[in-house]
Structures are given as C-alpha cells and as structure tokens.
C-alpha cells in the first residue's frame, strides 16, 4: 500500500483528535533512508520529532491507531503544558 502524505495527516488528526484540539503543528516526511515517516509535533517553542514506521502509517489508513505514537503525543502535550 502507498501511504500518501495528506491522507496519513488527515487521518492522525482524525485519531489523534490533541493534535488540532491543542494547537500543534504537524509535519510529515518520508525518509527513504529510514523506510519511515518523520512525524514533528511542535508549539511554541516545543517540538518533538519521532518516526512513523512504513507498515504503522498504513495501519493507521486502515484505522489502527499506533499507540507509540499516541503515547509520544500524549507525553509532548503534558511536558508543555506543564511549562505553561
């Protein structure tokens, strides 16, 4: 399956509702060196950048939320607004 990039961002809104609900950027890119998505997360000042391993991302198109990265973006929104 071919991940496109808009439709994986689309899609880790939908399932990530923190995204948008508290203001973060989000980016995408796809690192052929690495075989995966870079995901950056930023407010502000904070940023987090993690991976998105090829076979995660299309599990997410196909609605199976990959809990690596709702617990990376559960702990961003929690170290930021613990310094606001």
């Known amino acids: 399956m071919s991940v496109d990039k808009k439709t994986l961002d ?10 948008d609900k508290h203001g973060l950027d989000l ?3 796809f690192d052929d060196r690495k075989d995966a998505w870079i995901v950056k997360l930023s407010k502000g000042r904070h940023e987090l950048t993690t991976h998105l391993e090829k ?3 299309e ?4 609605g199976i939320e990959c809990v690596y990265l ?4 559960g702990q961003f929104i929690k170290n930021f607004e613990a310094e606001s």
Do not use: F, P, T, W
């Open 55 to 57: 076979k995660d991302a």
């Open 27 to 29: 980016s995408l890119d």
């Open 10 to 19: 689309g899609k880790l809104r939908e399932m990530y509702s923190e995204i």
């Open 59 to 62: 599990d997410c198109l196909d």
């Open 70 to 73: 709702g617990v990376q973006i």
